[in-house]
C-alpha cells in the first residue's frame, strides 16, 4: 500500500500496470488496472490460454493462538472442524441480522493458526468485525498491507507454473488446497483457487517481492500466450460463473439463504453470529432470491436496473453484462421468490423499454 490516507491506494505492482500500458481506474479508493488490451481480449485470453491478475488490494487477516479454532467458528458460516491442514473453505461472515458481511475464503495453515481472505472493499471492516467477535480468545490481526496477492488463471496454468515454481509438489495439489513452495528465490503460499471458473492458483507472498513474482511468472507464460488482465475481464469471467461480487450481489443487507448460498451455511456446526437469524427466516420463508438469468430480448441488463412482472417492480438486476463465452446477455436479480424458478419469465426495464428475460440454470458458462 503506498499513498496517504487522502490518496488513492496502489499495490506493489502499479508501476507494472503503467508499464503495460493499463487502464486505470478508482475501486474502492485503490488504483486498478480495469484492462491493459481490453476487457474481451483478456477474457478471452484466461478461458483458453492463461491470464495474470494483480489482487493484492484484497485482504489478509490471520487468527492464531490455542484457541483459534473456536474464534473462527463463532464468525465463519461453514464448519472448520472439518478442514484439514492445506485446505481452503468458502464461506461467509455474517451480522446478527444474518446479514453478510461479506464473503471470504478461510485457510487453515495448522491447529493454531488460520487466515481470512477478505475483498478489497471490506478489509478494515471484516478486521474489526473478526476482532470484535472473536479477539477475546485468539490473536487476530490484519496483515493485508504486508502481503501481495497475484492470480494465474486459465487451462495453460499448470504448465506455466511448472516451469517456475520449486518445493512444491503441484500434481497432487487439489481444488480448494494451497501449499508452500517457492517461485524464484522467494516463499509462497501456491492456492489452486480462483474467481474465473478456470483452473489456476492464487499466491501469497510478502508484499515487496510482488514485482519480482510478476515477472518471472510473465516470462514463464510467455510461449503460453499468457496476458494480464485488469478488474474488467474479472469482472465479467466471474459473472459467467454467477460467483457474486460484493456491493453488487451481495451485501449486509442480503442473507445467504437469498443469496442462494446455504450450502456453504452449515446449521449443525453449532453457534455462529447470525445463526438464529438465519434459522428463524429459513423458518418463516426467504422472500427473495438471487438468480441467472438470460435475456430474450436484445439488450444488455446492468447493476440497478428494475425487473418488471405481472406490471410490478419485483426486483432489480445486481450484476449484467454481455457474456464473451457465449454472446448471450446475462445478469443476476435479486427477485421476490416466486419469480425465481428456472424458467420463469419477466421483464428487464433498460432505458424506458420493458425488454424480455428469463430465469436460467447456472453457471451460465460451462466447457
Known amino acids: 500500500m503506498s499513498g496517504s490516507a487522502e490518496s488513492p491506494k496502489r499495490t506493489p505492482l502499479y508501476p507494472v500496470h503503467l508499464k503495460y500500458n493499463a487502464k486505470i481506474i478508482d475501486f474502492h479508493g485503490w488504483e486498478m488496472p480495469v484492462y491493459y488490451t481490453g476487457i474481451r481480449d483478456e477474457h478471452l485470453t484466461v478461458r483458453s490460454k492463461a491470464g495474470i491478475f494483480d489482487v493484492s488490494h484484497m485482504g489478509y487477516v490471520s487468527v492464531s493462538g490455542k484457541n483459534a479454532l473456536d474464534a473462527v467458528q463463532k464468525v465463519f458460516t461453514a464448519d472448520a472442524t472439518k478442514m484439514k491442514n492445506g485446505v481452503v473453505s468458502y464461506g461467509l ?82 481444488f480448494f488446497h494451497f501449499t508452500e513452495g517457492k517461485i524464484g528465490n522467494d516463499n509462497v503460499i501456491i492456492s489452486r483457487t480462483g474467481y474465473t471458473g478456470e483452473k489456476g492458483f492464487e499466491f501469497f507472498f510478502q508484499r515487496n517481492r510482488a514485482e519480482t513474482i510478476w ?56 453457534f455462529f453470529v447470525g445463526r438464529d437469524a438465519l434459522l428463524k427466516q429459513k423458518e418463516e420463508g ?77 453457471p451460465f458458462y460451462k466447457k
Open 215 to 270: 515477472n518471472l511468472l510473465m516470462e514463464a507464460g510467455k510461449e503460453y500466450g499468457l496476458k494480464p488482465a485488469g478488474l474488467g475481464a474479472r469482472d465479467t469471467l466471474r459473472l459467467e460463473m454467477k460467483y457474486t461480487l460484493y456491493g453488487n450481489d451481495i451485501d449486509d443487507s442480503i442473507t445467504p439463504l437469498e443469496a442462494c448460498l446455504e450450502r456453504y451455511v452449515d446449521f449443525d456446526k453449532g
Open 286 to 362: 426467504i422472500p427473495r432470491r438471487l438468480v441467472g438469468f438470460k435475456m430474450i430480448d436484445a439488450g444488455i441488463p446492468r447493476q440497478g436496473y428494475e425487473i418488471i412482472a405481472d406490471g410490478n417492480i419485483i426486483g432489480k438486476v445486481t450484476s449484467g453484462n454481455k457474456s464473451f463465452s457465449t454472446g448471450d446477455s446475462i445478469g443476476m436479480a435479486l427477485v421476490k421468490t416466486e419469480y425465481s424458478s428456472i424458467g420463469t419469465s419477466f421483464f428487464v426495464s433498460i432505458r424506458g423499454k420493458n425488454l424480455k428475460a428469463e430465469v436460467v440454470k447456472t
Open 93 to 174: 461472515l455474517c451480522n446478527e441480522k444474518g446479514g453478510i458481511v461479506d464473503d471470504v475464503t478461510l485457510f487453515k495453515i495448522g491447529e493454531e493458526s488460520y487466515f481470512f481472505c477478505v475483498n478489497a472493499s471490506n478489509v478494515e471492516k471484516d478486521y474489526e468485525w473478526i476482532k470484535k467477535n472473536s479477539g477475546d480468545i485468539a490473536e487476530t490481526k490484519n496483515e493485508s498491507t504486508e502481503k501481495g496477492i497475484i492470480a494465474l488463471q486459465g487451462p495453460m496454468a499448470d504448465e506455466i507454473l511448472a516451469k517456475v515454481a520449486e518445493d512444491a509438489d503441484l500434481k497432487s495439489l487439489r
